[in-house]
């Protein structure tokens, strides 16, 4: 089974600053590589699919990047409402989830 | 609107059964293969299974395999997760998650794209 590892568990950021997020896959996945955004008591929010491709609604200041086993998920100008659970997920086989990175005031 | 809505959670011991289902809205349940994804109480996201358009594939997660059966019902636009020998740890919230694929440059790629709002199973004695 592919695992997921993701850094750091969490990170305190200020409105306004740029946050980079990792996801590192246990073997090779391509593209294969999804983001989600979870705030508490929602269901997660798909963000980014294919490694690097924004979905239909999610802000700009979200983006992607990576192949292989190396991943990141980066939000430029932090607002209020950003500051939630972020999860990346590998579709290659089957699916595997990150452990999550919480983004805290 | 696109939406998922799950039924069927509750309070069930240890070692009971429970089934859950999930209707589909305004969108065709048969063009997509569909997840069960199951959060524990303060914890990350597991998957759990997936079935594709057919029922011809399904995949479980390691922790409810041979426990846990995925099926659907297009006909009825229904997604359903039989849940067998319920441990402590299967105590979660679980979500229906439609899982989108399209050709991407050649390459066919999955994202899970409409989640339902959850539901709660809680397992104890």
């Known amino acids: 089974d592919i695992q997921m590892t993701q850094a750091p568990s969490s990170l305190s950021a200020s409105v306004g600053d740029r946050v980079t997020i990792t996801c590192r896959a246990s073997?090779?996945?391509?593209?294969?590589l999804n983001w989600y955004q979870q705030k508490p008591g929602k269901a997660p929010k798909l963000l980014i699919y294919a490694a690097s491709s924004l979905q239909s609604g999610a802000p700009s200041r979200f983006s992607g990047s990576g192949s292989g086993t190396d991943f990141s998920l980066t939000i430029s100008n932090v607002q209020p409402e950003d500051f939630a659970t972020y999860y990346c997920?590998?579709?290659?086989?089957?699916?595997?989830f990150g452990q999550g990175t919480k983004v805290e005031i | 609107e696109v939406q998922l809505v799950e039924s069927g959670g509750g309070l069930v011991q240890p070692g009971g059964s429970l089934r859950l289902s999930c209707v589909a809205s305004d969108f065709s349940l048969n063009s997509y293969t569909m997840d069960w994804v199951r959060q524990a109480p303060g914890k990350g996201l597991e998957w759990v299974s997936y079935?594709?358009?057919?029922?011809?594939?399904?995949y479980y997660a390691d922790s409810v395999k041979g426990r846990f059966t995925i099926s659907r019902d297009n006909a009825r636009n229904s997604l359903y997760l039989q849940m067998d020998g319920l441990r402590d740890d299967d105590t979660a919230v679980y979500y229906c998650v439609r899982d989108f694929g399209m050709v991407i440059n050649d390459y066919y790629y999955y994202r899970l794209d409409v989640w339902g709002q959850g539901t709660t199973v809680t397992v104890s004695s």
């Open positions: 997920q590998q579709v290659y086989t089957t699916r595997t």
């Open positions: 079935i594709d358009t057919t029922s011809s594939n399904k």
């Open positions: 073997q090779s996945i391509s593209h294969y």
